[in-house]
């Protein structure tokens, strides 16, 4: 997987509020992703990641791929409604895939689990997805 696309960061903003719109992580909650854009992130250097969001130290990073399997996986007992989603979870890993050159996802470890989907983009700066999920 590597970097295919040259979207500007505004473009790449745009798809993402397209990618994420009715889209939630699985869990009790209903919170909606927030992009963002920072500077001078690269990589997966945690001491760099706090400036993400507080408490981000807190967090550990999670294997790409695993985090993917049950979001993309589909389901005998999907409906329509969670094929769409299935499938826009789909489209936001491929995004990433296509349009970062660093990508990877962290989460803290409480009942209330913050998680991020972040990745650099060829100019250095770095896209956040940030959501809420409720783990009982």
Partial sequence: MKYTNKMSEQEIREKLITLTDNVWFPSESDEPFEIDVKGGIIGAEMEKLECISPGFTQGRLLDWLLFWQPLITPADWHGTDEEATRLKFCEIKRFFEEN?????????????????????????RTIILRTLSIES
């Fill in 100 to 124: 970062t050159v660093d990508f990877f996802v962290a989460k803290t470890e409480k009942i209330e689990v913050n998680v991020w989907i972040i990745g650099t983009l060829p100019n250095d």
